[in-house]
């Protein structure tokens, strides 16, 4: 039976694998706007006003995620407003970074880019939660066209100073191997709720009424593999739990299933059914 998950919960740090890290340091420091929050060797954290967004560890060489494999879509970094995503787009703009895409979701607008080493990158605003409109249990989003014009207008002429207080990770987006799999780990299991189904091929779940803070497709093929080890990546993204009851029902109840977990002093280290990380921990 399905259990619901706790409504304060929320995505963490996402850990990647990269090829470079002073490359990957310069992209995410210059271009998006980060700061080196701690260094170790071959790793480095790096976030937003002190708040940890992302956890590289440097593998020489590695190459990037086939096409058809399961891992990440997309990790998704949330700003605080408006202004502080045209920012963002006027940076991306005088640095002459590629956009990959960018989109009006209704719930939100987002912009889209690879890192250097191909991992997808969502950069976005919420819209408030009293403009998002419901059909049939089920929040609205679309692909619509993104007034960047308006965006760009909406930063005016202050200096882009980098990414502002309040920049949180917002979501992840998942490649998986099968949907019902995919629905029985993360709704079954874990007890995020469903909040919209893209038929046939992609979920969005959430925890307290969020549009949401997992996304999973079957984009890469139904049955895609897990990439190689040595590819860069996703390493795991971390669901960051209220509190310690909270997260030692959860660890039982995946024991209870059979799922492998991996406890030490930074958290549970699980894999979902297509083999993607994720580190449970207390927030």
């Given at each position: 039976?399905?259990?619901?998950?706790?409504?304060?919960?929320?995505?963490?740090?996402?850990?990647?694998?990269?090829?470079?890290?002073?490359?990957?340091?310069?992209?995410?420091?210059?271009?998006?706007?980060?700061?080196?929050?701690?260094?170790?060797?071959?790793?480095?954290?790096?976030?937003?006003?002190?708040?940890?967004?992302?956890?590289?560890?440097?593998?020489?060489?590695?190459?990037?995620?086939?096409?058809?494999?399961?891992?990440?879509?997309?990790?998704?970094?949330?700003?605080?407003?408006?202004?502080?995503?045209?920012?963002?787009?006027?940076?991306?703009?005088?640095?002459?970074?590629?956009?990959?895409?960018?989109?009006?979701?209704?719930?939100?607008?987002?912009l889209y880019l690879p890192d250097p080493d191909g991992s997808g990158i969502e950069i976005y605003r919420d819209r408030p939660r009293e403009e998002w409109t419901f059909r049939e249990?089920?929040?609205?989003?679309?692909?619509?066209?993104?007034?960047?014009?308006?965006?760009?207008?909406?930063?005016?002429?202050?200096?882009?100073?980098?990414?502002?207080?309040?920049?949180?990770?917002?979501?992840?987006?998942?490649?998986?191997?099968?949907?019902?799999?995919?629905?029985?780990?993360?709704?079954?299991?874990?007890?995020?709720?469903?909040?919209?189904?893209?038929?046939?091929?992609?979920?969005?779940?959430?925890?307290?009424?969020?549009?949401?803070?997992?996304?999973?497709?079957?984009?890469?093929?139904?049955?895609?593999?897990?990439?190689?080890?040595?590819?860069?990546?996703?390493?795991?993204?971390?669901?960051?739990?209220?509190?310690?009851?909270?997260?030692?029902?959860?660890?039982?109840?995946?024991?209870?299933?059979?799922?492998?977990?991996?406890?030490?002093?930074?958290?549970?280290?699980?894999?979902?059914?297509?083999?993607?990380?994720?580190?449970?921990r207390v927030a």
């Open positions: 039976m399905a259990t619901s998950i706790d409504p304060r919960t929320k995505i963490g740090p996402v850990a990647l694998k990269v090829a470079d890290l002073a490359r990957s340091e310069q992209f995410y420091s210059d271009v998006l706007g980060m700061q080196a929050l701690e260094r170790g060797s071959g790793t480095l954290t790096m976030g937003a006003a002190g708040i940890s967004l992302l956890e590289l560890e440097e593998r020489p060489g590695a190459r990037p995620k086939p096409t058809r494999a399961t891992g990440l879509y997309h990790f998704a970094i949330l700003v605080p407003s408006r202004e502080a995503l045209g920012l963002s787009l006027r940076r991306l703009a005088e640095t002459e970074y590629p956009l990959q895409g960018a989109a009006d979701h209704l719930v939100s607008e987002a249990g089920q929040v609205e989003m679309a692909t619509d066209p993104l007034d960047l014009e308006s965006l760009l207008r909406e930063a005016g002429d202050q200096p882009f100073s980098g990414l502002p207080t309040e920049t949180t990770m917002g979501h992840v987006h998942l490649h998986v191997r099968d949907l019902a799999e995919a629905e029985a780990f993360y709704r079954g299991l874990l007890g995020f709720d469903m909040m919209l189904r893209w038929p046939p091929s992609a979920l969005f779940m959430s925890a307290g009424g969020y549009h949401h803070h997992i996304g999973l497709n079957t984009w890469a093929g139904v049955g895609a593999p897990p990439p190689p080890e040595d590819a860069a990546g996703l390493k795991h993204f971390t669901i960051e739990l209220p509190d310690r009851s909270t997260h030692d029902s959860t660890v039982d109840r995946l024991r209870a299933a059979g799922v492998p977990v991996q406890e030490d002093e930074s958290g549970a280290l699980i894999r979902d059914p297509s083999q993607n990380g994720i580190l449970l």
